[in-house]
């Protein structure tokens, strides 16, 4: 896949997409940051000749890049110029040793999130942000960055990954078939977004996302409400 | 508040001031009532981007609209109409603010509500 989402490459953006200038890093999240986990590790699993289960001490100490990448939301703007530093998905598969099997890279994290990707792709596991650990509501321990993507693909809080030899459907994907839309096409480009089709899309899947925030909202107040009585 | 064959009281019309949005909870359900020219509007205070409250947000009594203060998405408040997306962008692919039915009787706002649906949105 090429590299996207550079400094140096044309176009920067999404064509449509606005800068956003901010001092603060916006952060958006499906369900907020829960309590930072006591006994963290990171863990690889699946098609693995040598599964890991590293500490957050050990995670932090293998080999690490710092890249400035942009970021880019699904919601029509980027933010750019992120110091990323982290460990390369190339490093964790040097180490775990997936067999000639596998194809893609499932990438977990807290509450069920996930994002699936092929073999080859570029992947930061990061886990500091402009030379800082990153703060809980931003991904820490780890969060993954995936340059040229959009926002949600790069999994907050990651925890496992898992190597598969066939493609699984993440995160996002169950939950467009959940709602009865297809799931995102692995093979289309995600910045090809300016187009009428892919808009009529994404507006179908903020009513979802909206209905789902109402309704859970509701059930928090009633769960409320009862147990008051 | 009270039920009253199956609509609530808000306020009284009277309590509403022009440009001072004020917000109720009915059953789990955000309702932000605001008064532009005199007319009252009934919104869900919810961004349709990210579910942020945006009761807070900048409220432009010159242009009848309210911006979310987490991402600065703009929805018209007589419609619920997105005018733009988060930080600017084309708000094509956020869907409306929800507005609400509510009549007003003998001064009084009622909203149109009951145990079961909660809140009856209008949709526009």
Redesign the interface.
């Known amino acids: 896949m090429a590299k996207r989402g550079y400094s140096d490459n044309e176009p920067r953006i999404p064509k ?7 001092e603060q890093w ?1 952060i ?1 999240t499906m369900h907020g940051p829960g309590p930072s986990p006591a006994n963290w590790r990171f863990e690889t699993y699946g098609d693995v000749k040598k599964p890991l289960s590293l500490t957050y001490d050990e995670f932090v100490n293998l080999p690490s890049i710092t890249k400035k990448l942009d970021h880019h ?1 699904i ?3 980027s933010y750019l110029g992120h110091e990323w530093t982290g460990v390369d998905m190339d490093t964790i598969i040097q180490m775990t040793e997936p067999t000639d099997e596998v194809k893609f890279i499932h990438t977990e994290g807290e509450r069920g999130y996930s994002s699936t990707f092929p073999v080859g792709q570029e992947l930061l596991l990061a886990y500091k942000r402009f030379g800082k650990v990153l703060p809980r509501a931003g991904g820490y321990p780890v969060r993954l960055v995936a340059p040229g993507e959009f926002g949600y693909k790069s999994v907050k809080w990651v925890e496992r990954v898992k190597f598969i030899s066939d493609w699984e459907y993440d995160f996002w994907d169950e939950k467009l078939i959940a709602w009865g839309l297809p799931p995102i096409d692995p093979k289309l480009n995600p910045w090809n977004v300016d187009n009428a089709e892919r ?1 009529a899309g ?2 179908q899947l ?2 979802h ?2 209905e789902d ?2 309704r859970e ?6 769960k409320k ?1 009862e147990a008051s009585q | 508040m009270s039920e009253l064959e199956g609509r609530f009281f808000l306020c009284k019309v009277s309590d509403l001031v022009e440009g001072e949005p004020r917000k109720f ?1 009915v ?3 955000d309702v932000l009532l605001l008064k532009l020219d005199g007319k009252i509007h009934a919104v ?1 205070p ?1 961004c ?4 942020t409250d945006i009761s807070r947000g900048k409220f432009s009594q010159h242009s009848g609209t309210l911006e979310c203060p ?2 600065y998405a703009v929805f018209d408040v007589r419609s619920g109409t997105p005018l733009r ?6 708000g ?4 409306p603010l929800r507005v609400y039915r509510f009549k007003i009787d003998s001064g009084r706002i009622m909203l149109e509500a009951n145990q079961e649906w ?1 809140v009856i949105p209008q949709y526009t």
């Open positions: 449509g997409w606005v800068l956003a200038n901010v916006p958006n939301c919601d029509g703007w808009k994404l507006r903020f009513i996302l909206t925030h109402r909202k509701i059930a928090l107040y009633r409400l | 909870v059953h789990g359900s869900e919810m349709s981007h990210d579910g987490k991402h997306g988060p930080f600017g962008a084309d094509d692919t956020q869907p909660g």
